[in-house]
């Protein structure tokens, strides 16, 4: 069975700087997507960004940025410049290709921007 | 173009009561999904909906929970009756589907927050 693993509960960071949030994530399959999302305060959750483990580029969505190391199992999120509407929950999510279309959860990051 | 809507966004019960959710999902999505969120927990799938067909509710406790999609588009989940350990966030969430290529996205709704008293 997959699991994915967020290990930092709650993270902080000035508005302005740069804020890496780790997830990692087990799994025996070859081909599958990851993804991190952003739950708000007002709790609707936001692709943020995605990425598919065939693809060795990392994504990019303008301030968003991915590391993903597949040897690793590891999928980091770097949010730069960060803004204080990035103040949120930061969930990744795991997904293999192939059928099942079923999304394994993080406990998820709460990042707080500081002014 | 509308997101996921979801209603009601609070609902407050007393335990053993009924309760039902609703869902339209974005138009043209033939994919739906029902999350459970616990405080400070990630989603957790309920059950998956390929049209109006139920693919994955291998989650669903179906002693007290039932979902149904008429039509392949609104989506219905009740909760008969409520426990106190149903207090959470209830999620639905969208994609276009197994055929489109695109299907490993998906959007998510605002949620109803449910309270068991």
């Known amino acids: 069975a997959q699991t994915v693993t967020q290990s930092q509960p709650e993270m902080s960071v000035q508005e302005a700087e740069t804020v890496t949030l780790s997830c990692t994530y087990d799994?025996?399959?070859?081909?599958?997507?990851l993804f991190w999302y952003k739950q708000p305060p007002s709790r609707q959750m936001i692709l943020v960004i995605r990425?598919?483990?065939?693809?060795?580029q990392n994504a990019t969505e303008n301030r968003f940025s991915v590391n993903f190391q597949k040897a690793a199992k590891s999928f980091s999120l770097k949010i730069s410049d960060s803004q204080l509407g990035d103040t949120a929950m930061y969930f990744c999510?795991?997904?293999?290709?192939?059928?099942?279309?079923?999304?394994?959860f993080g406990t998820g990051t709460r990042l707080k921007v500081l002014a | 173009e509308a997101g996921v809507v979801q209603s009601p966004r609070y609902k407050i019960i007393e335990k053993k009561q009924p309760v039902a959710f609703w869902c339209n999902p974005i138009?043209?999505?033939?994919?739906l999904y029902w999350y459970l969120q616990n405080l400070g927990q990630g989603p957790e799938l309920l059950i998956r909906?390929?049209?109006?067909?139920?693919?994955?509710d291998s989650q669903l406790p179906k002693d007290r929970f039932s979902a149904e999609r008429l039509k392949g588009v609104d989506s219905t989940l009740k909760i008969q009756p409520a426990e106190l350990g149903d207090s959470a966030v209830y999620l639905c969430?969208?994609?276009?589907?197994?055929?489109?290529?695109?299907?490993?996205?998906?959007?998510f709704g605002p949620g109803t927050r449910l309270t068991v008293l």
């Open positions: 999510a795991f997904m293999k290709s192939g059928g099942t279309y079923k999304y394994i």
């Open positions: 990425q598919e483990a065939y693809k060795q």
């Open positions: 909906y390929e049209n109006e067909e139920a693919v994955d």
């Open positions: 799994t025996s399959e070859s081909n599958y997507y």
């Open positions: 969430a969208s994609s276009l589907g197994v055929t489109s290529g695109m299907a490993d996205t998906q959007y």
């Open positions: 138009s043209g999505h033939n994919t």
